[in-house]
């Protein structure tokens, strides 16, 4: 059984669509979007369990220009 979670995050202005392309080309990174808001990036990642998850979300905040994230791990 595997783990989902969104992670919400902040960019520098104008880095948005650069940040998110990036953030789709991470392993079990699934969806992304743009949006409007508080945040910008939104994030749709599957994996097979929290260690995994967690070496993802680290993996993600090493994208230049993004500057704040928040993860929301689904409960099933």
């Known amino acids: 059984m595997g783990l989902s979670a969104f992670v919400l995050g902040v960019t520098q202005i104008g880095k948005e669509r650069e940040v998110l392309e ?3 080309k991470i392993k079990g990174v699934i969806e992304g979007y743009l949006v409007f808001g508080e945040f910008d990036i939104l994030l749709k990642l599957e994996t097979q369990d929290i260690k995994e998850l967690t070496k993802r ?5 090493k994208v230049d220009g993004l500057l704040r994230t928040t993860t ?3 409960m099933q």
């Open 22 to 24: 990036k953030c789709l």
């Open 57 to 61: 979300i680290e993996e993600i905040r």
């Open 72 to 74: 929301l791990i689904t």
